[in-house]
């Protein structure tokens, strides 16, 4: 447990969205909420859009999810006492309405050792349960449980997927990859292997009823770490076949 909460602040409301658990959708309000986490020798902040929960158990579960998210990646009291810790991480809806929920976590935290660590991750709810996609359960071949991974498919999966990233990064006209400075004057043959060296994954669900597909690269390679929305049809194969994706998208 935190010793102390130095600070809560609302920062602004953002916007409102229609969401369901009624005949008539109640309005969703959501607020930006920053809060001080700061410990022992350490700074850390977390910042992240709050629904109101409008009566809703869904969205307060939601919020709370949310929450011990990023408070779990925090540092907690640095053991160190001549170096600090410091944690910043921010939960930003991406998109809210009646069938999922969706946002982009960034975060920046030294917790010791040799480098601090940078990095991107998604999180994605059924907005009619507040319940969180279990990305391995809804990715088969995306599961790290290390007893039972087939690392012979999940290789051919990585390079499947790195090559439907970069075509439907091509057929949507996305930056996405061409704003990264790690794939400069590469032919798409090496674009498709640096994207594989990068871990790519579905991550979540995108705005546009779109699956969000991410690299993961190490944190001496945080530039090339991009993210790419894109159609259902094209992952679908992937998915397992009572997959919550599939219900959400349909």
């Given at each position: 447990?935190?010793?102390h ?32 986490i700061?410990e022992?020798n350490?700074?850390q ?29 925090a540092?907690?009291?640095s053991?160190?006492p ?5 944690y ?11 069938k ?8 920046s935290?030294?917790?010791g ?13 059924d ?17 790290y ?25 091509k ?7 061409k704003?990264t ?13 640096q994207?594989?060296?990068?871990w ?11 699956v ?8 001496v ?14 992952v ?8 919550k994706?599939k219900e959400?998208?349909?």
């Amino acid at each position: 447990m935190f010793r102390h909460l130095l600070a809560i602040t609302v920062i602004a409301a953002v916007t409102q969205i229609a969401l369901a658990d009624s005949p008539t959708p109640p309005i969703a309000p959501v607020t930006t909420v920053e809060e001080d986490i700061s410990e022992t020798n350490s700074t850390q902040k977390i910042t992240w859009d709050r629904l109101a929960d409008v009566g809703s158990s869904a969205l307060a579960k939601v919020n709370a999810t949310v929450r011990a998210d990023l408070v779990e990646s925090a540092c907690g009291a640095s053991e160190e006492p001549d170096r600090s810790y410091d944690y910043d991480a921010t939960a930003k809806v991406i998109e809210l309405n009646d069938k999922y929920i969706a946002y982009t976590v960034t975060s920046s935290s030294y917790c010791g050792g040799a480098h601090p660590n940078y990095g991107t991750y998604h999180l994605t709810f059924d907005a009619k349960t507040g319940e969180k996609l279990d990305l391995g359960k809804e990715v088969p071949l995306q599961n790290y449980d290390g007893d039972n991974v087939d690392w012979d498919a999940r290789d051919k999966y990585q390079q499947e997927l790195a090559e439907i990233m970069l075509r439907e990064a091509k057929a949507s006209n996305s930056t996405a990859i061409k704003d990264t400075e790690c794939y400069e004057d590469l032919s798409d043959a090496e674009v498709v292997e640096q994207i594989k060296s990068f871990w790519p994954s579905i991550s979540g669900l995108a705005p546009g009823n779109k699956v969000m597909t991410s690299t993961s690269p190490p944190h001496v390679a945080t530039p090339c770490q991009f993210d790419l929305p894109v159609p259902l049809e094209a992952v679908e194969k992937f998915l397992a076949p009572d997959s919550k994706i599939k219900e959400l998208l349909k």
